[in-house]
């Protein structure tokens, strides 16, 4: 299996998020989050998003341009995916996760080898997964404001079973089931009658580069 590599960055747990979303964008692999697989939806946003790793955790910086900003959820594992959301699945072994932000960070994760034998991921383990958003609830715009807005986001290597050399599948996501115009677009595109993120078997390859 061979993909897409991703570059080994320095620690950068230590650096404020505006000089990480630098990083990320000067030192990262972007893709494009561009793939509409549903006609009935074909609203079209410009998403990129930024990938890395360090030593312990893999970093991903979702760019985000000219979305109608949803935010409502504020707790960790609430229904993100009905606020502008980004998403990023990924399976290693068996086993596929979940990782769902809304704008503010707010996450939804879950594990599983399918979708009806899956479990939520624990207090402990989601307080581990770093958030770095651009908006706050103090900022957020007006929900029919076309407006950009960014979300690095740090998840330890540990919780997703990966390390240095693993090569996993993976498939990164933007949607809003909720927000003024609904959409679910992807990287990988996807080949399923209604919209679908829950299908391992459209992931793609990807590899954390040694």
């Not at 390390?163 to 996993?168: A, D, E, I, M």
Request: glycine share 4%; aromatic share 12%; net charge negative.
């Amino acid at each position: 299996m061979s993909g897409l590599k991703i570059p080994y960055l320095q620690e950068m747990f230590h650096e404020n998020p505006s000089t990480i979303r630098k990083r990320m964008v000067t030192s990262g692999a972007m893709i494009n989050i561009d793939k509409i697989n549903w006609e009935e939806f074909p609203h079209m946003l410009d998403v990129k998003v930024y990938l890395g790793y360090c030593d312990d955790r893999l970093w991903l910086h979702y760019a985000v341009s000219n979305d109608f900003v949803r935010a409502v959820c504020r707790h960790d594992q609430e229904p993100v995916w009905q606020d502008s959301c980004v998403e990023f699945f990924v399976k290693q072994n068996d086993i596929y996760r979940n990782f769902e932000f809304n704008s503010l960070g707010v996450c939804l994760s879950g594990f599983g080898p399918k979708r009806n034998a899956r479990e939520r991921l624990n207090d402990d383990s989601m307080a581990q997964i770093l958030r770095f958003p651009s908006l706050s609830i103090e900022s957020l715009p007006s929900e029919d404001v076309p407006t950009n807005w960014s979300l690095t986001v740090a998840i330890p290597l540990e919780l997703i079973g990966l390390k240095s050399g693993s090569q996993f599948m993976a498939n990164f996501y933007k949607c809003g089931d909720k927000t003024k115009v609904p959409h679910y677009i992807s990287w990988s595109p996807i080949k399923a009658p209604v919209p679908d993120f829950h299908l391992p078997g459209f992931f793609a390859p990807l590899e954390l580069e040694r």
